[in-house]
């Protein structure tokens, strides 16, 4: 079946340092990749998508490129705040919308000052 | 104010007892979703409804139960069946054919 692999957490950068939290994937057909963020205490929130192969999705200053020839969805942002601080969760639907989405375990990020 | 909300936020259950989850939505979007969310395990899917009257089970449904009677309601019960309840559950709404799924604010369960 369809499974979502993202490195392991907490990770803790230093304001302003450079972010990646790897995601890759494994699905049977061309899946629509997400990354969702919670903030303590909260549900989900889309922070990005792509919806087929060399796609870039990207909002406020984060960017994930649908890479097939990898199966990976890496996340990255080239500046973190400590607002950033959440644990952040790449997802696919195999149906190509966001029906019966898969989770990754999620990435603790801690942004220190 | 339009969306998604659960309630309650926190809710405690005594072992032995059903419990009922709310979520509600006025969106009128079709599909609804259950999410259960555990520590260091991402999101599990336990029952979702596409349209009203009709569900289907998810990956971990063994110990829930769900009706669809009106297209704005996806109530989740939590029977005495489930044996470790005790999780942050989650309720999402999509649009068919969309790719953005909203979720709620989540009803964290504890049984005591």
């Known amino acids: 079946g369809d499974s979502v692999t993202q490195m392991e957490g907490p990770v803790t950068l230093s304001e302003e340092a450079f972010l990646t939290i790897n995601c890759t994937y494994t699905a049977t057909g061309y899946p629509s990749l997400f990354w969702y963020v919670q903030y303590p205490g909260e549900g989900l929130q889309l922070l990005l998508k792509?919806?087929?192969?060399?796609d870039k999705g990207s909002n406020k200053g984060f960017e994930a490129t649908y890479r097939k020839e990898t199966t990976s969805f890496h996340l990255e942002k080239g500046s973190v705040q400590v607002s950033d601080s959440a644990v952040y969760f790449c997802a696919l639907s195999e149906s190509g919308t966001a029906s019966k989405l898969t989770f990754g375990t999620g990435t603790r990020l801690q942004v220190t000052l | 104010d339009g969306g998604i909300t659960q309630s309650p936020k926190y809710l405690f259950r005594k072992e032995g007892q059903n419990v009922t989850l709310s979520c509600e939505q006025n969106?009128?979007?079709?599909?609804m979703y259950w999410y259960r969310q555990d520590p260091g395990q991402g999101l599990r899917l336990i029952y979702y409804s596409q349209i009203v009257n009709d569900f289907q089970k998810g990956d971990i449904a063994e110990g829930y139960s769900v009706s669809r009677e009106k297209k704005e309601s996806f109530p989740l019960t939590v029977t005495s069946a489930q044996k470790n309840p005790t999780a942050f559950y989650l309720c999402a709404i999509t649009r068919q054919g969309s790719t953005e799924a909203f979720f709620g604010q989540g009803t964290r369960l504890t049984v005591v």
């Open positions: 792509a919806t087929k192969a060399d």
């Open positions: 969106l009128n979007h079709d599909a």
